[in-house]
């Protein structure tokens, strides 16, 4: 896991950064989730600002997951269709987290298939920082 304290120290001198403090939490919270994940290689991705809330992001290599996870997604494979990268491999090579402060609870983005990822070049939408919110965009997209 990477030292986010002595990273953001290095940002500061730039004149950038959330401050020691929110770096300290984000550092404790992202220890908290990779010793919930169990995840090999978990790194501070960034922040992306929204018009109504904001997210914290996170990169990680993770092996496997829950029993029942695992047979979700099992069946959301058969679902999505042959395109569909299993994880670990193509655009599904990282699993990706996300939180809207330092103190909330850690969120699971879903996994891509190559055309999601190829419909979400083609639009250009602003961010709310609502995660489940639908997009109403043409081309359509799914996501």
Avoid: H
């Avoid at 020691?20 to 990779?34: F, G, H, N, P, V």
């Avoid at 990822?117 to 359509?140: H, M």
Wanted: without cysteine.
């Amino acid at each position: 896991m990477q030292d986010l304290l002595a990273d953001s120290r290095i940002f500061q001198w730039a004149g950038i950064g959330f401050g020691e403090q929110e770096s300290y939490r984000l550092q404790k919270s992202i220890k908290k989730l990779a010793e919930k994940t169990q995840a090999s290689d978990i790194k501070f991705f960034g922040k992306i600002l929204g018009s109504k809330q904001d997210y914290y992001i996170v990169e990680a290599t993770v092996e496997g997951g829950d029993d029942e996870e695992e047979g979700a997604e099992g069946q959301e494979e058969e679902e999505k269709g042959p395109e569909f990268e299993v994880k670990g491999t193509g655009v599904n090579k990282f699993t990706y987290f996300v939180a809207s402060s330092s103190l909330s609870d850690w969120k699971k983005l879903p996994d891509l298939s190559p055309t999601d990822l190829a419909a979400a070049r083609q639009i250009k939408v602003s961010f709310t920082g609502e995660l489940d919110r639908n997009i109403y965009t043409n081309p359509f997209f799914f996501g």
